[in-house]
C-alpha cells in the first residue's frame, strides 16, 4: 500500500512539474524549432549556405561565395513582442539583432535601412567598441548601455528585446541596459542626430521581420525565442 501511494505521490508531482513548464512557455515561439526553415536570407526565398544550424545553435560563419551570405530574417513579421536569445562572437567580431525590418529589398537594400538594432560585439577587439553607442548591448548609435554586462568573445551572452506599443527594452545578461520609447518627439529627434539622419524610413515601422547580422565575423545563437504581447 505503501509502495502505491509513493508511485501515485511521484506521479502527481511530475505531472505537476510539466503543467508548470507547460505554462511558463505558454506563447513562447522557438524560432529555431525548425532549424533555419522559418528564416530567409533578407530579399531573398532561401537560407544561403554561410548558415547553418547544429545541436540547436545557429552560426553563421562567412563563406567565399557571396551569394550564400547575407543578413537572415524571419519569415514572419512582428509587432509588440518579447525577443529572448542567447550570442556569442568569435574574436574581434562584429553582429547584430535587428527588429521592426520592412523587407522590400528593392526599396530598402539593406535591413538596417529600416531596423534599429541591438549590437552584438566583441568589446575587447573589434574597432566598433571604440566608438560611443557602438558596444555590445548599445541600442546602435542611439543609446548606450546604462551598464556594460557583456562577457568576453566565445562567451555566451543572454540577450532580450522587449518592445511594446512604442516602449523598448534591451537587456544583456539579465540587466535591463536600454530603455527609451519610439516614435515620438525625442526618439525623432535622436534618429535626426545620428548616422541614420540620411534614412528617412528608419525607425519609423512598427512592427517587422526580426533580422542577424551578417557583418562577415563568426557569430553563434540559440535558444531564440519570441512571444507576442
Not at 501515485?8 to 529555431?32: I, P, R
Not at 566598433?128 to 566565445?154: M, N, Q, W
Request: with cysteine; hydrophobic share 40%.
Amino acid at each position: 500500500m505503501r509502495s502505491i501511494l509513493t508511485c501515485m505521490l511521484v506521479l502527481l508531482v511530475t505531472l505537476s512539474c510539466k503543467s508548470q513548464k507547460v505554462k511558463a512557455n505558454k506563447g513562447w515561439e522557438n524560432l529555431l524549432a525548425n532549424g533555419t526553415q522559418d528564416w530567409h536570407t533578407y530579399g531573398k526565398a532561401e537560407t544561403g549556405s554561410a548558415w547553418t544550424i547544429e545541436d540547436g545553435v545557429l552560426h553563421f560563419k562567412p563563406v567565399a561565395d557571396r551569394a550564400q551570405r547575407g543578413d537572415l530574417a524571419t519569415d514572419k513579421d512582428y509587432a509588440n513582442f518579447h525577443l529572448k536569445l542567447e550570442w556569442k562572437v568569435a574574436k574581434n567580431a562584429n553582429s547584430g539583432i535587428m527588429f521592426n525590418v520592412f523587407e522590400d529589398a528593392k526599396k530598402y537594400p539593406q535591413p538596417y535601412l529600416t531596423g534599429p538594432e541591438m549590437q552584438v560585439l566583441d568589446n575587447d577587439g573589434h574597432p566598433d567598441a571604440k566608438i560611443f553607442k557602438h558596444r555590445a548591448g548599445d541600442l546602435y548609435d542611439l543609446i548606450p548601455c546604462s551598464k556594460e554586462t557583456v562577457k568576453p568573445a566565445g562567451e555566451w551572452n543572454k540577450a532580450e528585446i522587449i518592445s511594446n506599443n512604442g516602449k523598448l527594452e534591451f537587456y544583456l545578461n539579465g540587466v535591463k541596459v536600454v530603455s527609451t520609447t519610439m516614435w515620438d518627439e525625442a526618439w525623432n529627434k535622436m534618429v535626426a542626430a545620428s548616422k541614420f539622419k540620411t534614412m528617412p524610413d528608419f525607425g519609423k515601422f512598427k512592427s517587422g521581420k526580426i533580422v542577424l547580422q551578417d557583418h562577415g565575423d563568426e557569430v553563434w545563437f540559440k535558444n531564440i525565442m519570441i512571444k507576442a504581447l
